[in-house]
C-alpha cells in the first residue's frame, strides 16, 4: 500500500508475529483511499481462505536459480529444502525462470530510494535537519549529484521490470521465490555504544531480495522457514502479481506449518501481564 504523498518506493504493510494476525492487518490497511485517486480502480480486498493450503496444489514456484542462491550457505540450504517441502506436501511445482538486467535494477532502486528520502528532507524543521547521523547526511550529500536524466533513466527501468514480471515473469508462475535476505542475521552494528556506521555493503546483502518488490510495487511476503545454527530466524520470500495475495498468505501458512516455531531467548508475554 503506498503512503500518501509517498513517491515510488514507499509502501505501509504489515509486521505481525503470524499469518492470521499479518492477514487481518492486511485486510485493515488494503483497498481504495478515498484520498488517494490512484487506488479507487484497484479490486476488493478478499482473505477469505488466507490459510486454505489446498489451494497450493498446482501452484508454480518460480525459482531464477542463480539470483535464488546468491546468498549465505545456510540460508540457500534452508530456502531450497522449504521449497521442497512444498513441492512434495503440498502440491506445488518448481519452475525455472530468468529475471534479467539485476544489477542495473539495483542501481536504479539506490537512485531512486536516495533522491526521494532526500526530498522528504525539504518538509523537515533545519534544526531537525542537523540532528541527522553523519552516516545519513553521507547518502543525501550523494543524493545530490544523481542528475535529473539519472532519476528519468531509473523511472523508465521500473517501468521495464514492471512490465517484465507481468509479461514474462507471472505467465511462467504463480509465485516468484526468493530468500528474505542474502545474510544470516548478525550482531547489531555500533550496539550497544550508538556508533554511526555506514555499510552499503551490508546493507545491500540485507537488502538483495527486497529490491524488485520495493521497486515494481509488485505484493510480496517473507515468512521464517528455519533457523541459523545459533537459532535466529531464517526467512523464505514470496512474491506475486498484483492483487493476488491471497495466494502469498496461504504460501505462508503453509511455511507456517512446516516451519517449527522457537521463542526467543527474551520473550514478553504482553497479553499476559
Known sequence: MPHLGSQAVGHTGPLSG??????????????PD???????????????????????RGKRLGVYRPFFEHCDDQI????????QKLVQNYGCE?????????DELKTAHFITICTES????????????????????????????????????AMRLRTYFMKYMNEHVFTECDVVVTPTTGE??????????GEDILDGELTGRIMRFAQIGNFTGIPAITVPASYTDEGLPIGIQFMSKW???LTLFQMASAVEIECEKRK??????????
Not at 526467543?264 to 501481564?273: A, D, R, S
Open 76 to 83: 540457500a540450504k534452508s530456502c531450497n529444502e522449504t521449497v
Open 18 to 31: 503470524c499469518v492470521t494476525d499479518c492477514a487481518i492487518a492486511y485486510s485493515v490497511m488494503a483497498g
Open 184 to 193: 544470516v542475521a548478525g550482531p547489531v552494528l555500533g550496539y550497544p555504544h
Open 118 to 153: 532526500l526530498l522528504g528532507t525539504h518538509q523537515m524543521k533545519p534544526e531537525d535537519q542537523g540532528n541527522l547521523q553523519p552516516s545519513v547526511r553521507s547518502v543525501f550529500g550523494l543524493a545530490k549529484n544523481f542528475t535529473a536524466d539519472d532519476v528519468a533513466r
Open 94 to 102: 518448481v519452475v525455472e525462470i530468468r529475471i534479467p538486467r539485476l
Open 243 to 245: 492483487w493476488d495475495e
Open 34 to 56: 478515498r484520498r488517494m485517486s490512484n487506488t479507487w480502480a484497484q479490486p476488493r480486498v478478499e482473505i477469505v481462505g488466507y490459510n486454505n493450503t489446498e489451494a497450493l
Open 264 to 273: 526467543p531467548e527474551l520473550y514478553m508475554p504482553v497479553l499476559k501481564q
